[in-house]
């Protein structure tokens, strides 16, 4: 009779396919990392191939279980339930919940395709007992007269015209406000923005295609006439044969001074750059633009629903984050629609 295998102490590496089998053979440890190194790339080439995931989704995936490997080469542990529950202690100690939460799941997601492919007898989150403390963190928001400073660092525009700013005044200044407008009007991610092309945006129509996580595709409306009327002028600039951001070789929408697509990176230096010239103060982040662009419709009573769509959210959970914020739409509707003052005035 065979006895039951030790999931907490042992490898749980050389199954054969048939239930309650000890592993085929106990493996050194370099030769179980070589094995789960060689696992790991026939996973993420499934990722790619038949699932059809992004590649920064890949490239994270990668990344978070290549850190497990090597963290239980280097510890000397075997593949097991007990090396994964010292892990979570590890990544508890040193990064925050979400990063926590995201680092599971890419793990959770690839021991359980190895037990599916009967790769492992059983996967090392069975019977453990995974907390994870989630604080709640409230989306950080711009200030909407600091968002004015950034975008009209020249004074503010005349209602349904066109203001001459300090952008209309050289090609990179163009492009960056064009940036700032959109990532303002349309609350897309920094990643988003970078992977827009120029067959993206129809101006006659007045919409963007985006493809967010996932390449999941949407559309978003460019209802802001100020972003409009910025974006036509950087389009002709864009498009144009002899303009100052012709380059027919790239479909990229936004280009840096070397004609290669804009970086993530580069976004973020130019809203660092576009503060310290408007002279504020905090510290602005890309994603902040897409919470202050939920957080005002919300407030302006928007549905979140609505919200959801915009933002691309699978979830209408992760949309709720930011009902937290938006306070002073819940004191006006009790202000001016209080059940009380109805009954009063039947």
């Keep these: 009779m065979v006895e039951e295998f030790d999931r907490n102490t042992e490898s749980l590496l050389g199954y054969d396919g048939v239930e309650e089998v000890q592993p085929l053979a106990v493996c050194t440890l370099d030769e179980q990392r ?16 038949e699932r059809r995931l992004d590649d920064k989704t890949v490239k994270a995936y990668r990344c ?60 090392p989150f069975e019977d453990l007992e995974v907390n994870v403390r989630q604080p709640l963190l409230l989306p950080r928001t711009i200030a909407l007269s600091d968002l004015r400073r950034i975008l009209e660092p020249s004074g503010r525009a005349q209602k349904g015209r066109s203001r001459k700013g300090a952008w209309q005044k050289s090609a990179i200044a163009l492009r960056d406000q064009t940036v700032l ?44 006439k100020q972003t409009l009327a910025v974006l036509e002028v950087y389009m002709k600039s864009r498009k144009g044969p002899k303009t100052a951001w012709a380059q027919p070789q790239s479909e990229a929408l936004f280009l840096s001074r070397t004609m290669q697509r804009l970086t993530t990176q580069a976004v973020r230096k130019i809203i660092r750059k576009r503060t310290q010239e408007a002279g504020v103060e905090l510290h602005i982040t890309p994603h902040m633009f897409r919470h202050t662009f939920a957080t005002t419709l919300l407030e302006q009573g928007v549905s979140i629903r609505y919200i959801q769509q915009l933002l691309g959210h699978s979830s209408v959970k992760t949309t709720e984050r930011y009902t937290h914020v938006s306070s002073s739409s819940l004191r006006a509707i009790m ?12």
């Excluded at 827009?196 to 101006?203: H, N, P, R, T």
């Design 34 to 49: 070589a094995e789960l190194a060689a696992d790991l790339e026939l996973y993420l080439a499934r990722c790619t191939n």
């Design 181 to 224: 407008e959109l990532l303002t009007a349309t609350g897309i991610r920094v990643s988003e923005l970078c992977s827009l092309d120029v067959e993206s945006i129809d101006l006659s129509t007045q919409q963007l295609r985006v493809f967010g996580k996932g390449s999941k595709e949407r559309i978003v409306v460019l209802g802001s």
């Design 64 to 123: 978070d279980i290549l850190q497990f490997i090597d963290w239980i080469t280097e510890r000397r542990l075997n593949f097991n339930r007990e090396a994964m529950r010292l892990h979570l202690v590890h990544l508890n100690g040193k990064f925050s919940a979400s990063t926590v939460r995201r680092k599971l799941a890419s793990l959770r997601a690839w021991t359980n395709w190895l037990k599916r492919e009967h790769l492992i007898y059983a996967t």
């Design 335 to 346: 202000e001016e629609h209080n059940p009380r003052d109805v009954v009063s005035e039947a």
